[in-house]
């Protein structure tokens, strides 16, 4: 049980697309989701095909989280989004220009910040885990609780993980974006 726990904290090294664009810290990231991710699945006994979605959705949803600016908006195409919600829709984007042609997990790394009301497990799942993942230092007891609910109920949990994002997000002085509000509307 301690190696399982202390895996968790340090989870094995995660490897991303040539063009990623992360430091060490937003690697360590990645992999805590990743591993999350795969624990889910495992305790829900998915299919593989399932499995591998999660995990590219996992891999890809941050890789050019450190990237410049000028990058994620040309990428992106958006112009309206704050900086730090470019890079899923520039990830995505370069994911399917590397030949990823999965639809759902273009659209769980597309909007992984923001939420979709369009989202299967996978967009549900990624969500979950880039909130829930044990490196964040806040709300840690509350956050362990819903992750250990995942397996066994997801859209409970994720109907929580979406409420406590908003809070968090309204709380730290963040904008909600129409995006987030619909898929609010749509879960509550």
């Known amino acids: 049980m301690e190696r399982r726990n202390k895996d968790r904290r340090q989870p094995r090294r995660i490897e991303l697309p040539a063009w990623a664009q992360v430091g060490t810290a937003r690697h360590q990231h990645i992999g805590r989701v990743v591993a999350l991710l795969e624990e889910w699945a495992q305790k829900m ?17 941050d890789a050019l989280r450190d990237a410049p600016e000028p990058m994620l908006r040309a990428l992106s195409g958006e112009g309206r989004l704050p900086v730090n919600l470019l890079h899923g829709p520039a990830a995505a984007v370069r994911a399917e220009q590397d030949g990823e042609r999965r639809a759902d997990v273009l659209d769980a790394v597309r909007f992984h910040t923001v939420g979709s009301p369009a989202w299967d497990r996978t967009g549900k799942a990624l969500y979950l885990a880039d909130f829930l993942e044990p490196g964040r230092r806040f709300r840690k ?48």
């Open 141 to 188: 007891e509350e956050r362990k609780a819903l992750a250990a609910r995942v397996p066994r109920d997801l859209d409970a949990a994720f109907r929580k993980c979406v409420q406590l994002r908003i809070e968090w997000t309204l709380n730290e002085g963040g904008e909600i974006i129409p995006e987030t509000v619909a898929l609010w509307n749509a879960v509550r």
């Open 45 to 61: 006994k998915l299919p593989a095909d399932e499995v591998s979605r999660w995990r590219m959705a996992g891999v890809l949803h």
